[in-house]
């Protein structure tokens, strides 16, 4: 299965130069038809076992590091619609400039999350003080690459892989949609937390004794990063970070591989599991973990495991669903599941919560039920009237589901509150029972 890459970023960062290494020899499609000039170039790239599409948008014009011309804006938001995922691409020599803000920028509102942040000119030590200042660009973790040396070729593939998988399991979504018959397919999940919260001991238990992961030899390749596994009446896919961190050991990165795993842990999985150590629940790291799980749009689960060891149960259960609700509204009504990966009780109840909450993530609310209540919702509590004009509500409907996404169409929608926004997405999350997914809720003019 193939998807398109889109490597975007201003000029002289070496786009061309890692599109050039990605395509090798195989540049296809150069498009000499008289008439038809292709301002995106295409190739067929491969990155060890991968194969898919890249576009260039390289060499579109000449920009000043002051200025971003339109037409080169114009061009890199019409990559990034194309393509299924974009590669945003720095000079870590340089650092962060003002241009790669502004396309930062257009990605973080044109991409819908489908972005993977490359530091280049990364080879020796010239790019670390502009590799770190790419975390502040809010576009995850970024990925030090050498174009030119050929160096991150493998943290890069690492990064694309899940994506790659991710794109099997879209298409078949559009399958389904369309009425056909549905695959049976994997459910993805991301068992993540903290060190040391018990992640290995659950997807261990959950695997079954006889699948310890030891490595290579246990059949598990060196680049195999999910676990397929049948669990209950389900086929699951299980993102393991454990596997990863033994794989940074080879390669010696341990330091940079553990911070990204949880990133990419939840942008490969379609529901996070976040697994909490019960003596010390909804720690910062916790709470960092489930908020990135949120704010990918992904249905969080949360496992609040080592209950074997829990004496005050009734006291402690109470305080962690304070906790949750307090601390992390934007998941309100996350199902938090007690249990123990040492002995496996629980493990029952955590695999009908996942399930559950995949169906939540999946759900579609008909049109006609979404307008009356719209129509309920404004009659009972009014949109406010910002200097005595009224905020219309005209209509409103769910535009994507994987998480349930609702676009509503109003007079003036620059002047709503968030609170009314909020008061809208609790009343979508009561009243069709969303509990434990993002909601998001987009806003469009209509007079
Ligand atoms: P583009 O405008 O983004 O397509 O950038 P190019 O691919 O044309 O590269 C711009 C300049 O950066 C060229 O001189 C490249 O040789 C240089 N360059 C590209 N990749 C690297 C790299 O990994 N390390 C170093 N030091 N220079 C690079
Ligand atoms: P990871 O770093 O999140 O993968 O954590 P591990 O799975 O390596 O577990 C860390 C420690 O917690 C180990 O000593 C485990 O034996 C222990 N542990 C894991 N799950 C449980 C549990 O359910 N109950 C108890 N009592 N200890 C557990």
Same mark, same amino acid.
């Given at each position: 299965?193939s998807?398109?890459?889109?490597?975007?970023? /201003?000029?002289?960062?070496?786009?061309?130069?890692?599109?050039?290494?990605?395509?090798?020899?195989?540049?296809?499609?150069?498009?000499?038809?008289?008439?038809?000039?292709?301002?995106?170039?295409?190739?067929?790239?491969?990155?060890?076992?991968?194969?898919?599409?890249?576009?260039?948008?390289?060499?579109?014009?000449?920009?000043?590091?002051?200025?971003?011309?339109?037409?080169?804006?114009?061009?890199?938001?019409?990559?990034?619609?194309?393509?299924?995922?974009?590669?945003?691409?720095?000079?870590?020599?340089?650092?962060?400039?003002?241009?790669?803000?502004?396309?930062?920028?257009?990605?973080?509102?044109?991409?819908? %999350?489908?972005?993977?942040?490359?530091?280049?000119?990364?080879?020796?030590?010239?790019?670390?003080?502009?590799?770190?200042?790419?975390?502040?660009?809010?576009?995850? #973790?970024?990925?030090?690459?050498?174009?030119?040396?050929?160096e991150?070729?493998?943290?890069?593939?690492?990064?694309?892989?899940? *994506?790659?998988?991710?794109?099997?399991?879209?298409?078949?979504?559009?399958?389904?949609? #369309?009425?056909?018959?549905?695959?049976?397919?994997?459910?993805?999940?991301?068992?993540?937390g903290?060190?040391?919260?018990?992640?290995?001991?659950?997807i261990?238990?959950?695997?079954?004794?006889?699948?310890?992961?030891?490595g290579?030899?246990?059949?598990?390749?060196?680049?195999?990063?999910?676990?397929?596994?049948? *669990?209950?009446?389900?086929?699951?896919?299980?993102?393991?970070?454990? %596997?990863?961190?033994k794989?940074?050991?080879v390669?010696?990165?341990? #330091?940079?591989?553990?911070?990204s795993?949880?990133?990419?842990?939840?942008?490969?999985?379609?529901?996070?599991?976040?697994?909490?150590?019960?003596?010390?629940?909804?720690?910062?790291?916790?709470?960092?973990?489930?908020?990135?799980? #949120?704010?990918?749009?992904?249905?969080?689960?949360?496992?609040? !495991?080592? *209950?074997?060891?829990?004496?005050? /149960?009734?006291?402690?259960?109470?305080?962690?669903?304070?906790?949750?609700?307090?601390?992390?509204?934007?998941?309100?009504?996350?199902?938090?599941?007690?249990?123990?990966?040492?002995?496996?009780?629980?493990?029952?109840?955590?695999?009908?919560?996942?399930?559950?909450?995949?169906?939540?993530? !999946?759900?579609?609310?008909?049109? %006609?039920?979404?307008?009356? *209540?719209?129509?309920?919702?404004?009659?009972?509590?009014?949109?406010?009237?910002?200097?005595?004009?009224?905020?219309?509500?005209?209509?409103?409907?769910?535009?994507?589901?994987?998480?349930?996404?609702?676009?509503?169409?109003?007079?003036?929608?620059?002047?709503?509150?968030?609170?009314?926004?909020?008061?809208?997405? !609790?009343?979508?999350?009561?009243?069709?029972?969303?509990?434990?997914?993002?909601?998001?809720?987009?806003f469009?003019?209509?007079?």
């Amino acid at each position: 299965m193939s998807f398109t890459l889109a490597i975007v970023g /201003r000029p002289n960062v070496g786009k061309s130069t890692l599109f050039n290494r990605l395509v090798g020899k195989r540049l296809a499609l150069v498009d000499d038809q008289p008439g038809v000039t292709r301002d995106l170039r295409e190739g067929a790239a491969r990155l060890g076992q991968l194969r898919f599409t890249v576009i260039d948008t390289a060499g579109l014009e000449e920009a000043t590091d002051e200025s971003l011309p339109g037409r080169m804006r114009a061009l890199t938001e019409r990559a990034v619609a194309e393509a299924d995922l974009c590669l945003f691409v720095i000079d870590a020599r340089t650092g962060v400039t003002q241009p790669d803000m502004v396309f930062a920028d257009i990605l973080r509102k044109r991409a819908d %999350g489908r972005v993977i942040l490359a530091a280049n000119k990364a080879e020796g030590n010239a790019g670390d003080a502009g590799y770190y200042e790419a975390y502040t660009l809010g576009l995850g #973790e970024p990925i030090p690459i050498s174009a030119e040396h050929g160096e991150g070729m493998d943290d890069l593939r690492a990064a694309l892989e899940p *994506w790659a998988e991710q794109f099997d399991a879209r298409e078949a979504v559009t399958e389904l949609e #369309e009425g056909e018959e549905a695959p049976d397919r994997p459910l993805q999940i991301a068992v993540v937390g903290r060190p040391n919260a018990g992640k290995s001991t659950l997807i261990n238990k959950i695997l079954g004794e006889d699948r310890l992961l030891t490595g290579p030899e246990a059949g598990i390749t060196r680049d195999s990063i999910a676990v397929p596994v049948r *669990w209950g009446e389900r086929d699951f896919r299980i993102f393991d970070t454990a %596997g990863m961190r033994k794989r940074a050991k080879v390669q010696e990165k341990l #330091e940079k591989l553990s911070v990204s795993d949880g990133l990419r842990a939840v942008k490969f999985a379609e529901v996070v599991v976040v697994v909490l150590d019960t003596s010390i629940p909804f720690e910062s790291q916790d709470l960092r973990i489930a908020d990135l799980a #949120e704010r990918e749009g992904r249905a969080v689960v949360f496992a609040a !495991n080592k *209950w074997d060891a829990e004496e005050h /149960r009734a006291e402690r259960l109470a305080s962690m669903k304070e906790q949750l609700a307090r601390l992390l509204p934007q998941l309100s009504g996350a199902p938090l599941v007690t249990v123990s990966a040492l002995t496996g009780r629980g493990l029952d109840r955590l695999r009908e919560a996942i399930t559950s909450a995949h169906d939540v993530w !999946n759900r579609r609310v008909p049109t %006609g039920r979404l307008n009356q *209540w719209l129509a309920d919702q404004t009659s009972s509590h009014p949109p406010p009237a910002p200097g005595g004009r009224r905020i219309r509500l005209r209509y409103m409907t769910q535009a994507k589901t994987r998480p349930p996404t609702f676009i509503v169409f109003a007079s003036l929608p620059e002047d709503l509150p968030a609170s009314y926004k909020r008061f809208l997405v !609790n009343g979508l999350r009561r009243d069709f029972d969303l509990p434990g997914t993002p909601i998001r809720l987009e806003f469009r003019k209509r007079d």
